[in-house]
């Protein structure tokens, strides 16, 4: 149930692999949870090549997909459906710009990230697309 002014939204987020073999989760995940979002799916997993290329299927004109999907299936990644209101906006607010050399001082690409392509954080762009990449990675039954 939602109403149209406090609407509970959906958004994925995914620890890429250069924050996994960092060893940052942690400091993610709670940066994520102090900023009010609740945790409805959590996994660690390795994404196939078909999988990512799936997943990044938007980006397959762009110059750097290939690039994309070799370092997304480089490692172990952490997949999260996270929920609030207003989830999407804030979630994007709190990762910060793609670039993290272009990230506001305190998100969690400028604490955390190292470049571009090795950004950290992936977060859903879209409420509609919060709902389809969370239901690419969670079904129902696992959604808590
Ligand atoms: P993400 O939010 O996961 O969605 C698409 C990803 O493509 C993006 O994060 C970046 O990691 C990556 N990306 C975007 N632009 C570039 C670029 N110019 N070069 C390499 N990777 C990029």
Redesign the pocket.
């Known amino acids: 149930m939602s109403d149209s002014l406090h609407s509970l939204q959906r958004t994925l987020c995914i620890i890429k692999p250069d924050a996994v073999k960092k060893k940052v989760q942690g400091g993610i995940i709670q940066k994520i949870l102090d900023a009010g979002f609740n945790i409805r799916g959590m996994k660690m997993i390795r994404l196939d090549e078909s999988a990512a290329r799936k997943f ?1 299927e938007v ?1 397959k004109e762009r110059p ?1 997909y290939g ?2 999907v070799s370092f997304m299936t480089s490692g172990p990644v952490v997949v999260i459906a996270l929920e609030k209101e207003n989830a999407v906006a804030d979630y994007r607010k709190l990762i910060g710009a ?1 670039d993290p050399a272009e990230a506001e001082e305190g998100t969690i690409r400028k604490i955390f990230a190292d470049s ?2 090795e ?1 950290a954080v ?2 859903s762009d879209s409420e509609e697309n919060g709902k389809i990449e969370t239901g690419f990675f969670f079904t129902d039954k696992e959604l808590i």
């Open positions: 990044y980006h750097f690039e994309l793609t571009k392509s950004n992936h977060g």
